[in-house]
């Protein structure tokens, strides 16, 4: 596999994390909050999760992974917008202009 195979399997792991926390979300407002189907969805997308990190750090060196690793305070204020109709802020978007800029920043 070339680099760019384990970007995509580091990013993808970050987006499935950060959908993993909506949906636990989502769950922790049910009646039974250990055992419902959004909490066990959630775990189980946490562990596949787990799985795409371990592939994606076999080719993304230990600096780009930091940087990846800031695109879940993106995409997770995000999904909460669309899927839980949450309010972004200000603050969260100020917060969110700065990592992007980082993250070109890093890239250049």
Known sequence: MNNSIYIIFFVLSIL???ISQIIL???SGQ????????????????IISTFFTL????GVNLTLSGILQALSFIFVPVLSYIYLKEKIN??????????????????I
């Open 25 to 27: 979300k989502k769950g």
């Open 90 to 107: 200000k603050k969260t978007i100020f917060g969110i202009m700065l990592i992007i800029s980082g993250i070109v920043i890093y890239s």
């Open 16 to 18: 499935i994390a950060s």
């Open 55 to 58: 592939i994606g750090y076999k």
């Open 31 to 46: 009646k039974k909050i250990y055992i419902n189907k959004y909490t066990i969805i959630g775990y189980t997308l946490m």
